[in-house]
């Protein structure tokens, strides 16, 4: 009796404790934690320049309708006193709010070089208070022009009636100093007019490549921050740098145009004297500090191994001239010489505040061949972006070069004519001290073909890597299809976009060209936010795009701007829209009104300027430098479509753009309680709508040129009343069937087709066209071999060759910009314009053409947002998450399809008292919130 008394107890004590556990448990899924922390949208940023940053974090949880409804955040200024809950700088206070990002530091002013340290912690929608987050650091740069003590210092000028083709060695720098006592911490702050590379007692600081990076030089120049704490020792120390020509001193383009094509970029724009900035600050354990600068007790050689550098040119780099430890202490500096002071340097020093540049990848050869004596093609599988690791071993002397091209010519040597004046070329002198590894340091090139040439044997194919680099902002977008080409073509978008990111967004990264045009970016810009987060990158970019903003208000039409005032490359309409659109964006994508507040003026000139030049309020060819929807595929399959497959009118085009960007302003004006703003500019779209519909439009639809572009833009835009919309969308149909069921769209109209098609219910031709193969198409690219997007619908033409090799990348985003419709019109995922930053968006998943099953991540600055969606005959599988603290409306497909059942996680869907129901054009609406939803609908029929 007593043995089965315990033995009852025993198991009456198991059942409390599972019991509480699985309590415990559930209260535990339903709590929520305080995830990814980020400063500026950076993750542990060193060296930022806002006084006022801004925080956001991700709230995590298992439960359903979960939302944040107060936060706290504390800031100290050492991780102690962070751990011990004592905040020194700022103690926000419980702050009712459900903001998650976009949060403004309000405590005690910061100050320049110091590092802070913060964390957060949130009330739930019941009032329960999550744990603290795990701690994040920021620092401060030099807040203040007089904080610099540091002098900029260089060698003397070289002989200025020598040409601008003449390239000189890089030249290199030292300084030995003291560090008196062991070392708390120690933060180098370092800049450059030109690429450096900097080194403490022989280790390079940070990944960073080719920094300062890219900005208007005469205006801006970014520097960059370092915690070298780890490198410095008690005692003697040696800071060492490098510099290349880079962007600052070397080729740009194009400046000129011969034969109706852009050529000869030319050098030294920004400058040809090489100049660095450097100040190290030294903090002790025991108290005090020391500050070591660049100054006149600075040594520097001019006649080292890297004998020249340029982007475009390449690098030459002679072995036989390397200086065996120079960059450590205890070198014999006979030879070296003091530097220079500079006085005449007067551009503003801005902290770096995009992600660097960096090495992200590397590619190992999948074939190397031979196609001619002592010639040997590498094949790296991939048109990347970067330069070649390469080991090396011959006689002193010998010369190894490697040119770089995207294509193979037809006897397998490497396609270089449509690299114009950027050969793309590394040369290698070796010294006869056996077997190296080589790279460049100040170069970077386009191409997936590398030709070596002068090796004394056949090389092995692990002899050379690709190394990849890119501005490293995260990847945040993965896309998955059941259709291979569209799996390539996703492939190949985000390969484009990585290979045109360092720190600008360029047109392509190989030929004589690599500017920053507007354009290409602003249409692509959507897809690149789907893939990547591109919020500081595109921060970065904005400020250039009003560094290089005209005096009487028009946009260069690239930027940084390398062209001169007089130049016509300006405020061409679609591509100065871009400091309309961009900055639009950031704030749909990421709810970013600071942007907006910092970019309003500039927006509000170039929006300003146009009706000076255009009173009629009509933007044609004359008063606006246009290039029109470019790239348009007219006359590409053949001669017999000249009306459908014809160039939007100039006029059309223009006014059109002028129409949007005056529209998204007026919205922007309303965002930002300016009233007489919003009126203002609304009354402005409102005359510009009614004109362009007077001039350009009749009364069957018919718009003027009628063109594929034409309708296209114009109902993409919305700029048509709806009776009159729908005989334009009538009329595009009709040009689509009059090119043979084909595309005549160029850069900017091609997407907006594709989102109208699907929005007015032909997503069975817009499928059709992504997933043909026939010319234009993607999958007629990737049919000829593409791992990246073309410039051109027809850069290769099997049996007629190449294109013009005066414009024909085959690295070039532009019409990457389909990703847009795949992300948001295929797989059916987009933001709600009314709440940014994807606290509200919208799931309407579009089955059609050959897709069946889709995949989708994407990490938004609210949380991960998880789609994946499986279609057949009988029914319609639909798995969703949704990030805490956000809601969506998701939007089943099922206008013709008549579902008999559908169960959410395994419920019937009036069990989700969280849940609200309706009806959107004939399909199930269901507004959610935050949760994890298995969604199965069978089908009637």
Known sequence: ???????????????????????????????????GLRCEYLFNPEGIDKKCPRFSWILQSGGFNKSQQAYQIFVSSSGKKLKRNIPDIWNSGKINGNETNQVKYAGSLLKSGKKYYWKVRIWDERGMQSAWSKAAYFSMGLLKEKDWIARWIGIPAYNECEPDSVLYPSPMFRKQFIAKKPIKR??????????????????????????????????????????????????????????????????????????????????GY???????????????????NDTIISGPDWLYYNDGPIRSSDNFLGEV????????????????????????????????????????????????????????????????????????????????????????????????TVYTENLKTAIQTDKYILDGKGETYLSPHFTYHGFRYVQVEGLAKKPDINDLKGMVISSSSPRV????????????????????????????????????ERMGWMGDAQ??????????????????????????????????DVNPRAMPETDKFVNAPGWADAGIIIP??????????????????????????????????????LAAWSYGDWLNGDAIISDDYPDSGASIPDDVYCTAFFAQSVKILSDIASILNSESDRAKYEKLYSSIREKFNEEFVAPDGTIKGNTQAGYAIALNFGLLDEEISCKAFDKLIKALEEYDGRMSTGFISTVCLLKELSKRGRHDLACSLVESHRLPSWGYSIDQGATTIWERWDGYVKGRGFQHPGMNSFNHYAFGS????????????????????????????????SIKHVQAKFRSINGTIYIEWLKNTRYFNLKVDIPVNTSANIILPGQDLGWEQVKINNKEPDSFEFIRFSMHDGSLLMKVPSGKYYIYCTNKN
């Open 1 to 35: 009796m007593n043995s089965s008394k315990l033995r009852y107890g025993i198991f009456i004590l198991i059942m409390i404790t599972l019991i509480a556990f699985i309590i415990t448990y559930c209260s535990f899924r339903e709590n929520i934690s305080v995830n």
């Open 186 to 267: 120690a933060t180098l702050f370092f800049t450059s007019l030109g690429d450096y590379e900097v080194f403490i007692n022989g280790k390079k600081s940070g990944e960073n490549i080719l920094a300062p990076e890219w900005t208007a030089f005469d205006k801006r120049v970014q520097y960059q921050t370092y915690d070298v704490t780890s490198y410095i020792e008690k005692g003697v120390n040696v800071i060492a740098a490098w510099l290349g020509d880079g962007w600052y001193a070397g080729c740009l383009g194009p400046v000129e145009w011969k034969n109706d094509y852009p050529y000869y970029p030319y050098r």
């Open 270 to 288: 920004y400058g040809h004297d090489l100049r660095l900035r450097a100040q190290l600050i030294l903090e002790y354990k025991t108290g005090g």
């Open 317 to 412: 780099y002679d072995s036989r001239k390397e200086l065996p430890g120079w960059k450590l202490k205890g070198y014999n500096c006979e030879g070296w010489e003091n530097v220079i002071i500079d006085t005449t340097i007067t551009t503003s020093l801005t902290a770096q505040m995009n992600e660097p540049i960096i090495i992200i990848d590397s590619l190992a050869p999948i074939n190397v061949r031979q196609p001619g004596p002592d010639t040997y093609v590498f094949d790296l599988g991939q048109n990347m972006v970067g330069w070649c690791k390469v080991l090396l071993q011959g006689r002193s002397g010998t010369e190894i070069i490697l040119k770089h091209g995207e294509m193979l010519n037809d006897n397998g």
């Open 477 to 512: 977008g993965y896309y998955k299809f059941n259709n291979s080409l569209l799996d390539k073509l996703t492939s190949n978008i985000l390969w484009t976009q990585r290979g045109n990111m360092h720190s600008v967004p360029t047109d392509c990264p190989q030929r004589s």
């Open 523 to 556: 249409i692509f810009s959507q897809t690149a936010i789907y893939n990547l987060d591109m919020a500081a990158f595109f921060s970065k970019w904005i400020k250039d795009i009003r560094d290089g903003q005209y005096t009487t208000g028009e946009y260069s």
């Open 584 to 621: 639009w964006k950031m704030y749909l994508n990421y709810n970013d009104t600071t942007i907006l507040r910092e970019h309003y003026e500039s927006m509000k000139r170039y929006i300003n300027r146009i009706p000076e030049t255009n009173p009629d309020l009509i933007y044609d060819s």
């Open 818 to 849: 389909v990703g847009e419709w795949m992300v948001g019109d295929l797989i059916g995922f987009k933001t709600d314009i009314s709440a940014p930053g994807y606290r509200h968006f919208i799931i309407e998943p579009r089955p059609g053409g």
